[in-house]
C-alpha cells in the first residue's frame, strides 16, 4: 500500500480530491452562514413590519377590538401586547436603529413617537408563548428542531392613547440542512476532472516519464532500447529527446571502443605469429624457449582481450530463467563440479550465456586457488544473490579491489597454468554490470574467499 502513494499519478489525483473537498466545505460553510444572516435579517424586517401595521390598526380601531386584533397578530415567532408601561426600559439601538427606522417609515412617523430596540443573543431555549395552544407549542418546537441558538428582540412602540405597544420576537438560527444537490454536483465535478481532465494529462505525463524509467534501467543492463516516441508535454518531450541523445552518444562510444579492442587483439596477432617463426630459428635453446614462452603468453592475452571484446559486442538477447535450475546445467556442465545448495524458486531476467562465462569466471577462480567452490543463491527485497565460497588462503585486503583490474594476477610467476591471464575477474565483472548488478570480493572469518555476485530484482518486471 505505501507504494501505492508513491505514485505521481496517485498523489495528485489525491490532492486534486482534497482541494475540491476543501473548496466545498468552505462554500458550504459560507452558503449556511449567508443563508442564517439572510433569514434572520428578513425575520427582522417581517417582525418590524408587522409591529408598525399593528400599531397603526389599533390606533385606528376601536378600543373593543384591539384584543381580537392582538390574538390575530400573535404567531409561533412573534407575541404582541398592550400595557400601560414599555417592556424595554431604555432604548438601546443595538441594532444601529435599523428596526427603529424601519417601523417609523411604515408608520410615517417622524421622531415625535417614541420607539424603543432591545436585542441580545440567547443561546439556547425556546422563547416561552403560553398563550399558544399545545398543538402549536409542539408545531414550533418541531420546526425549531429543539433548542437553538438565535437572536431576540423586544420592541416598544409608543401610541397615540398613551399605551405601549411590546413586541416580543426571536429569530432562530436555521438549522443546519445538508444540500445533498450540492453533494451530488461535487462528486460530479470530481468525477469530470479527474476522468476527464487529469486523469488523461496525468496519463500523458506519467506515461512517458515511466517509460524513460524503464528504458534507463534497460540501457544500464546493456539491452537494447529502441528510441523513445516524442509524446507528452513540452517538457516530458524534452528530457525524452534528451535520452534519446544521451543513448546514441553511448551506444556508439562502447561500439567505438570495443571495436578498437577487437582490432587491437586482431591486428597483433600477425605480429605474434612473425615472433614465433623468428624464435624457432634461434639457436640457443635456452633463449628459443624463453622467447617461445614469452610469445605464447602474450597470444593468450590477445585470445583472451579478443575473447572480452567479442563478448562485450554481441548483442544477447535477455531470457526470464529459473535461477536454480540455471545454476544446475552449469554444475553439470563444468568438468570440475562445484556444490550447489537449492534456495528454492527465484525467478530473474539475464543473457544466459553471458552470465553462465562470468559465473565460470569466478566458480573456476575458487577451485583453482582455493581447492573447491562452494554455490549458494536467493533474493532479498530488492536483489537476486549469488554467493560463492571457497577454502583457500584468501586475499589480502588490500588487494580486494585490484584483482578486478585488468591483467592483474596475484599469481607472480607468469605461468599460464597457476596464474592465468588476469583477465577472468575482469570480464566477470564487466558482464554482470552490464546486467545492473555487481560483484564484490571478502575474506571469510573462518577462512577462503568469498563472492557475491547481485543481480536486481526489477529486471524481473521488463
Known amino acids: ?27 458550504l460553510w459560507l452558503f449556511v452562514d449567508e443563508r442564517s444572516l439572510a433569514v434572520r435579517a428578513a425575520l427582522g424586517f417581517e417582525a418590524a413590519g408587522r409591529a408598525a401595521n399593528v400599531a397603526r390598526l389599533i390606533e385606528e380601531a376601536p378600543a373593543g377590538l384591539q384584543p381580537a386584533i392582538l390574538r390575530a397578530a400573535n404567531s409561533p415567532l412573534v407575541r404582541f401586547d398592550l400595557s400601560e408601561v414599555p417592556t424595554v426600559n431604555q432604548d438601546t439601538h443595538a441594532d444601529n436603529g435599523v428596526v427603529e427606522t424601519r417601523v417609523r417609515s411604515l408608520l410615517g412617523q417622524s421622531r415625535i413617537r417614541e420607539i424603543r430596540v432591545e436585542l441580545h443573543k440567547v443561546e439556547h431555549g425556546i422563547m416561552p408563548m403560553p398563550h399558544l395552544t399545545p398543538e402549536m407549542t409542539e408545531m414550533h418546537l418541531s420546526m425549531m428542531r429543539g433548542d437553538l441558538s438565535a437572536i431576540k428582540m423586544q420592541l416598544s412602540i409608543a401610541l397615540t392613547n398613551g399605551q405601549w405597544l411590546n413586541v416580543d420576537t426571536r429569530f432562530e438560527r436555521p438549522p443546519l440542512q445538508w444540500p445533498w444537490v450540492s453533494f451530488i454536483s461535487f462528486g460530479m465535478t470530481a468525477a469530470i476532472i479527474l476522468v476527464a481532465v487529469c486523469w488523461f494529462l496525468l496519463t500523458r505525463l506519467t506515461g512517458p516519464l515511466l517509460r524513460i524509467s524503464q528504458a534507463a534501467d534497460r540501457l544500464g543492463r546493456g539491452e537494447d532500447v529502441e528510441s523513445l516516441p516524442l509524446i507528452g508535454p513540452g517538457e516530458v518531450r524534452s528530457l525524452t529527446r534528451a535520452f534519446n541523445r544521451m543513448q546514441d552518444r553511448l551506444t556508439r562510444f562502447i561500439a567505438d571502443r570495443t571495436q578498437l579492442l577487437a582490432a587491437l587483439g586482431h591486428d597483433l596477432r600477425s605480429p605474434l605469429t612473425a615472433l614465433r617463426v623468428r624464435a624457432e630459428m634461434v639457436e640457443d635453446e635456452e633463449s628459443r624457449e624463453s622467447l617461445i614462452a614469452s610469445i605464447e603468453e602474450m597470444q593468450e592475452m590477445v585470445d583472451a582481450t579478443l575473447a572480452f571484446a567479442r563478448g562485450m559486442a554481441s548483442a544477447e538477447s535477455y531470457e526470464t530463467v529459473d535461477l536454480g535450475t540455471y545454476l544446475a546445467r552449469l554444475q553439470a556442465d563444468m568438468i570440475d563440479s562445484f556444490t550447489l545448495e537449492d534456495d528454492g ?118
Open 345 to 462: 524458486t527465484v525467478i530473474v531476467r539475464l543473457r544466459p550465456r553471458s552470465l553462465r562465462r562470468a559465473l565460470r569466471n569466478i566458480i573456476e577462480n575458487a577451485q583453482r586457488y582455493g581447492g573447491t567452490a562452494n554455490v549458494t543463491f536467493g533474493r532479498d527485497a530488492d536483489h537476486v544473490f549469488v554467493i560463492v565460497t571457497d577454502n583457500g588462503p584468501g586475499i589480502p585486503d588490500a588487494e580486494l579491489e585490484q584483482v578486478f583490474e585488468p591483467f592483474f594476477r596475484l599469481e607472480k610467476s607468469r605461468s599460464r597454468v597457476t596464474g592465468g591471464t588476469g583477465l577472468g575477474l575482469s570480464i566477470a565483472r564487466t558482464i554482470i554490470r552490464a546486467h545492473g548488478g555487481d560483484v564484490t570480493l571478502s575474506n571469510r572469518t573462518a577462512g577462503g574467499l568469498e563472492a557475491t555476485l547481485t543481480l536486481p530484482l526489477e529486471a524481473q518486471s521488463k
Open 1 to 27: 500500500m505505501p507504494r501505492l502513494f508513491d505514485s505521481l499519478r496517485v498523489q495528485l489525483v489525491l490532492l486534486i480530491i482534497a482541494a475540491l473537498a476543501i473548496a466545498q466545505a468552505v462554500s
